[in-house]
Nanobody, 124 residues
Framework: QVQLVESGGGLVQAGGSLSLSCAAS????????MGWFRQAPGKEREFVAA????????YYADSVKGRFTISRDNVKNTVYLQMNSMQPEDTAVYFC?????????????????WGQGTQVTVSS
């Protein structure tokens, strides 16, 4: 059974930074790409960033490109999301997810394991 546990959410002022972590267990972490998604109230869950299994390739939503950085540590079985220059529109519950191995990284339907989510709130 795969478990993904996020941590690091909280409240930050606009222009500030937060770092999220997602610890994985139950599957050989280094074999799978990982993604971060977010869901704001009343909105669909949207892609934020993804990273290949080796960490050599990264992918970002246009809305976060240049501000957020995804990384991973395959020894610690952990994926990270560093968020800088945060804006109120970044407020959402953030989820990490493990890629299923098929399809585009940008679609939430191609991830088969999800964490419970962590709340991120950016005040103006």
């Amino acid at each position: 059974q795969v478990q993904l546990v996020e941590s690091g959410g909280g409240l930050v002022q606009a222009g500030g930074s937060l770092s999220l972590s997602c610890a994985a267990s139950g599957r050989i972490f280094r074999r799978f790409a990982m993604g971060w998604f977010r869901q704001a109230p009343g909105k669909e869950r949207e892609f934020v960033a993804a990273i290949s299994s080796s960490g050599g390739s990264t992918y970002y939503a246009d809305s976060v490109k240049g501000r957020f950085t995804i990384s991973r540590d395959n020894v610690k079985n952990t994926v990270y999301l560093q968020m800088n220059s945060m804006q109120p529109e970044d407020t959402a519950v953030y989820f990490c997810a493990m890629y299923s191995g098929s399809g585009t990284y940008y679609s939430r339907y191609n991830y088969d394991y999800w964490g419970q989510g962590t709340q991120v709130t950016v005040s103006s």
